[in-house]
């Protein structure tokens, strides 16, 4: 297999409290990116009847893009920047049907929308789990392409995890899987498959091209430590199935979705800061006037280092993923070290409205 150069990288940032810091990078070999084998594509044949092409009609043009069934009953998951501004949605399934599509929701600060066509007993996706993902593991994206073209299939490896990704109108996407496979200019809306055929990631246009970050915020600046194998290929980012498919059924239920905000703005700690404290956490740099975390008194200079006593945070990417699993109006308890002492405080959290 042909091998390509690539960079092991452990990169410390603090998004918008940035100092210069020293990037620690080992050269190590990954292969780049391959034609699917006889043994691929029977993985990849699993996910194929769950994928279908769109076209989306725009006033400004017409574009592309590959949705996911998820149910059978006609709920198709894609990117919202696939459909965004969409005036005519049309889905051409795997046995060739096309049919019409609506936008159910869309949700710019996750990059995940729902859409549904008149259908029912639709073949489905397996959706699998993101959590025990490996930097290298093999992967499958499966992209539909227009009309009568045999699917885009590559094969490739995760690359990263935990990546933030900075994408555009004052988004960030974050805990982003990065994988080197090869996609179309677009991609949006592609199916990521694990060696056994199930979906772990939804690919995103969205960072395509940018410096995409190796460091996470919570609920504002901040950075976490991440690890990355590079590849000289442009990078493609995939939002984790289990926080896409949570995205999907709130916004089949609500047509919306209301992101929990805590008000604090948190980096990761620096070498001294980890000294002083003794073990990793979220700084809070800066405490919004009226916010829960001002009311349930966090500080300026308080290490959170735990959520609901057992989820703990070691970074400023581990505080946002903790805190999008709960919900507006959630009361969650939050140990900080203050100084040397340990305490505990109690913030409810409010809808974070800020988000486009």
Same mark, same amino acid.
């Given at each position: 297999m042909v091998g390509a150069a690539a960079m092991l990288l452990v990169v410390l940032a603090i998004g918008g409290f940035d100092t210069e810091r020293h990037v620690a990078v080992s050269q190590i070999q990954v292969p780049e990116p391959k034609d699917p084998a006889p043994s691929d594509r029977a993985i990849a044949d699993r996910a194929l009847p769950a994928v279908a092409h769109l076209h989306v009609r725009r006033a400004n043009g017409d574009t592309s893009g590959t949705a996911i069934v998820f149910r059978d009953d006609g709920h198709l998951m894609t990117t919202a920047e696939a459909v965004d501004g969409a005036e005519v949605i049309s889905v051409q399934l795997a046995d060739g049907r096309t049919l019409d599509a609506t936008?159910?929701?869309?949700?710019?600060?996750?990059?995940?929308?729902?859409?549904?066509?008149?259908?029912? *007993? #639709?073949?489905?996706?397996?959706?699998?789990?993101?959590? &025990? #993902? *490996? #930097?290298?593991?093999? +992967?499958? =994206?499966?992209?539909?392409?227009?009309?009568?073209? =045999?699917?885009?299939i590559s094969v490739g490896l995760i690359s990263a995890?935990?990546?933030?990704?900075? =994408?555009? @109108?004052?988004?960030?996407? &974050?805990?982003?899987? *990065? +994988?080197?496979?090869?996609? +179309?200019?677009?991609?949006?809306? =592609?199916? #990521?498959? %694990? !060696?056994? /055929?199930?979906?772990?990631?939804?690919?995103? &246009?969205?960072?395509? /091209? %940018?410096?995409?970050?190796? @460091? !996470? !915020? /919570?609920?504002? !600046? /901040?950075?976490?430590? @991440?690890?990355?194998?590079?590849?000289?290929?442009?990078?493609?980012?995939a939002t984790p199935i289990g926080f896409a498919k949570q995205v999907a059924d709130e916004l089949i239920l609500h047509g919306r979705v209301a992101h929990p905000w805590l008000g604090v703005r948190s980096s990761d700690l620096s070498e001294d800061q980890f000294e002083a404290v003794g073990r990793h956490g979220a700084r809070v740099e800066d405490v919004a006037t009226g916010s829960p975390a001002d009311e349930a008194d966090l500080r300026t200079g308080d290490v959170i280092v735990s959520i609901d006593s057992g989820h703990a945070i070691e970074s400023s990417s581990d505080l946002v993923v903790a805190l999008r699993g709960h919900h507006p109006g959630e009361p969650v308890a939050i140990t900080v070290m203050r100084g040397s002492d340990e305490e505990v405080v109690t913030a409810t959290l409010s809808e974070n409205t800020s988000l486009p």
């Open positions: 936008v159910i929701g869309s949700d710019r600060a996750s990059d995940i929308s729902v859409i549904k066509i008149d259908a029912a *007993q #639709l073949p489905t996706a397996v959706l699998g789990t993101d959590d &025990h #993902l *490996q #930097l290298g593991e093999p +992967t499958i =994206a499966i992209e539909a392409l227009d009309g009568n073209n =045999a699917p885009n995890l935990r990546r933030r990704v900075e =994408a555009g @109108s004052g988004t960030t996407l &974050h805990d982003m899987i *990065q +994988t080197n496979v090869r996609l +179309t200019e677009s991609g949006a809306g =592609a199916a #990521l498959v %694990d !060696s056994s /055929g199930a979906v772990i990631g939804v690919v995103t &246009h969205r960072g395509m /091209g %940018d410096d995409a970050s190796g @460091s !996470s !915020s /919570g609920n504002g !600046s /901040g950075s976490s430590t @991440s690890t990355a194998i590079g590849s000289t290929l442009v990078p493609r980012f």
